[in-house]
């Protein structure tokens, strides 16, 4: 983590961009065991932990929230539950959905593809300020 107040916004997208590959492994572990029998659906939880954490910070002004958001500790890593434990449609109990899960991993494909490009954007604002 970087330590200036000047990438707080970073600091953010970086724990992104590691709840968003953690997702991408976790669904490609789903897909991997689709013919599992009772083998039930993984999925990570972030977008709500970041704003709940947002929340919790109780600034009216979002620079003010990012700021003093805790980077260091866990609260801000992407969370991996099980998905709907008791639900199951198949007779062997598994409850992945092979084509639901090819969407849910080309739409995270695109989230981490705008985390990085947003990560390459805020470095290129401060190339431009610093004049390197």
Do not use: C
């Not at 968003?20 to 709500?48: E, M």
């Amino acid at each position: 983590m970087l330590r200036s107040d000047a990438f707080s916004y970073i600091n953010v997208l970086d724990k992104a961009a590691d709840a968003s590959w953690l997702r991408q492994t976790t669904i490609a572990n789903n897909i991997a065991n689709n013919d599992t029998p009772t083998y039930k659906r993984k999925d990570v939880r972030f977008q709500d932990i970041l704003k709940d954490e947002l929340v919790r910070t109780k600034y009216s002004n979002l620079d003010q929230a990012v700021k003093s958001l805790d980077y260091n500790g866990t609260r801000l890593n992407g969370e991996i539950y099980t998905d709907a434990d008791n639900f199951s449609y198949r007779i062997d109990k598994n409850n992945v959905d092979i084509d639901t899960e090819n969407v849910e991993l080309a739409s995270e494909q695109l989230r981490y593809q705008s985390v990085s490009t947003a990560i390459t954007g805020e470095f290129s604002r401060f190339k431009i300020v610093t004049g390197s």
